[in-house]
Structure formats: C-alpha cells, structure tokens
C-alpha cells in the first residue's frame, strides 16, 4: 500500500479539481478574450460554443479540467483563449495590471539565442502543459514564452498549439485523426509532445483508496503500447519531422518530497517514456523533472499542480536548448555535404 500521504494528496486534488470541472459545467460558458493595452486588460466578451470535442463517455474519464480548448494557432496578436464563468459584472471598469504580471506578460527567454540557418514549423500537441494551464499571464505557458523569443530574435518560426487540458494517451490518439492537426504535422519540421500525466492520474482517481505500486506497474505497460502508437500515427503523418516528449515532473516534491513510492513512480514512468523515443531515430526526449526538484523558487500555479510561468520559462529553456542542438546537426550536416559536393 501506497504510503497515506500519497493517498490522501491525490484523493484531495482529483476531488476538488473534479469539483471545479462540475462548477464550470453548470455555469455559461463564455469566451474571454483578453489584450493588454497601456497597463491594462480590456475584456472581450461573447458567447462561445459549448460543443465538445470528445464523447460524453470520453468528458467522465477527463482528469481535473476538461474544457474545451480552442484549436487556432497561438501568435502575439491574439492569446489562447479559455472558457471562462460569466464575470459578475459586465460592464465594470478594467482592472489596472499588476507590475509583476505587467513585467511577465510577455515573457522571452534572456541571453543569446542562435540564429536558425532555415524556417521551421513547428507543432505542440498533448495535454494541459502544451495549452499552458496555470500560466498567469494566460500566453500559452512555455509554448508562448518559445513563440516570443523567435520574434523577439526575429527568427520566423512559429509554434501551431494544440495542447488540451485533461488529454490521456488514449485520447490524443483520436485527436491526431483531427483533420486540422494532421494537416499541421504533414507540414511539421518539429512536433513537441507532452502527455501521459492524465494516465497517471486516471489510476489514482480510480483506485485512490486501494492504490499501490502494482497498479501502476500495470498501466504504465498500456501507456508504452499507446505512446508508441502516437510516434507511429505521427510519423505515418510525416517521417522528417523531428518528434520531441517532454517528461514529467512530481508537483508534490516541494511539500512531499519525502514520499518515496511518488517519486519512484515518475521516475519509473518517466524511464519508460525515454525508452520509447530511444526506439526512434527521429525522436528526442526532453527531461524535466530536475527542474522542479527541490526548487526554493515557487515554479507552481495556485493549484499547487501545475507550472506558473516561471515553471514554464524553465521548461522553454530546456526545450530550446534541445532544439539549438537539433539545428546545430542540421547546420553540421549541411556542411559536410557541401564539401563532398566541392
């Protein structure tokens, strides 16, 4: 048996985040467009589809937040948008931005970046870490700090996202079949990943007051199988492009970290998941899990689960990094084909 902190932790963020899904689902559900402008933000708002994109019996599965995410390519014009409650007053005057939201808002990695010898394309798929949940500014987490770095360097490369929070391996597999995602990962020079989180979560909800390790041991079997079949449904898709997993990270670590059979199990789903790009000569899989650990900054959203924005800085700096040497093998390559050539 799990130890009870394990338990108990676990059972308290499925139930109240499963509480916050069946709020959200009986209030209207409204589209928030939000900009900032001269300090401010100014609230658009209409009225937004409530159509799902996956089955009712697909809605009862979702872990935590299962919004409907919209689909549309994520640029600095226009932010991701979220579904959110109806605000109590419609007509009250902006909020003033805080200084330290005002200095995030449009968060880019510091330093020298290396310049891009060619334009990429670039697509995020996966769960609630590619949408960027729990990012305070609301620009799309590490994909959005990725998409103003390259302009802020005037690099054109642009990342298409199609991150949706809640999204288990099993369920992504339906959404590679979507005809806008596919179309984009034809057209892909890279596609980063994350998923599998919502798996590990789906055996928790589901076993909280019996959990052990087996239970675990045992899924993380059909969680390989699946994610073997997303590095075949993409590669099926488009065998140039360069597929990269981002790992997990233990939320609890910092209040928790003294719970053994926790961090066995990411480390243990986290091994699996590398030995599944190691298979793939055109996969990479990026590590996280070290940034979280025993870290004396807050990298977590008031949900105490997910990234704030700066977790998701760290998480672009790795990803970026990954991605420089990716284009330094590229720029290798190109060199010495061009002196066969000479």
Do not use: C
């Not at 089955?55 to 919004?67: I, K, L, P």
């Not at 970026?320 to 590229?330: F, K, Q, T, V």
Request: hydrophobic share 35%; proline share 2%.
């Amino acid at each position: 048996m799990l130890n009870q902190k394990v338990i108990i932790i676990f059972a308290i963020t499925v139930l109240v985040g499963f509480g916050l899904y069946l709020l959200l689902n009986q209030t209207k559900h409204v589209s928030v467009e939000t900009t900032i402008m001269n300090g401010q933000i100014e609230n658009s708002v209409d009225n937004a589809d409530t159509s799902n994109e996956e089955t009712s019996q697909n809605e009862s599965d979702e872990a935590v937040d299962d919004e409907k995410v919209p689909s549309e390519n994520m640029t600095d014009e226009a932010a991701m948008t979220e579904e959110q409650p109806l605000p109590d007053d419609e007509n009250s005057q902006p909020l003033t931005i805080t200084e330290e939201i005002k200095e995030k808002v449009r968060e880019v990695l510091q330093g020298a970046i290396k310049l891009f010898k060619k334009d990429l394309k670039i697509v995020s798929v996966g769960d609630s870490l590619t949408q960027g949940v729990g990012d305070e500014t609301e620009n799309g987490g590490y994909v959005g700090i990725l998409n103003h770095t390259f302009e802020d360097n005037n690099l054109k490369i642009n990342i298409e996202n199609y991150g949706k929070r809640g999204n288990r391996t099993d369920q992504l597999l339906k959404r590679l079949e979507n005809e806008e995602i596919s179309d984009s990962i034809k057209k892909a020079d890279i596609v980063l990943l994350t998923i599998g989180a919502n798996d590990i979560m789906k055996i928790v909800r589901n076993n909280f007051t019996n959990l052990n390790i087996q239970l675990f041991n045992q899924e993380k079997a059909n969680y390989i199988e699946r994610l073997r079949a997303i590095f075949d449904k993409i590669n099926e898709l488009n065998p140039e492009a360069q597929i990269y997993l981002i790992g997990f990270y233990n939320p609890f670590d910092r209040y928790l970290g003294d719970i053994v059979e926790l961090e066995m199990i990411i480390n243990d789903w986290n091994t699996a998941g590398q030995l599944v790009t190691d298979e793939y000569e055109n996969a990479t899989y990026i590590p996280i899990a070290d940034l979280f650990r025993h870290s004396n900054v807050d990298l977590l959203a008031d949900d105490y689960f997910h990234p704030n924005t700066s977790g998701y800085k760290l998480i672009a700096e790795r990803v970026l990094d990954n991605l420089e040497e990716m284009n330094d093998e590229i720029d290798e390559e190109t060199e010495v084909t061009a002196e066969e050539v000479d």
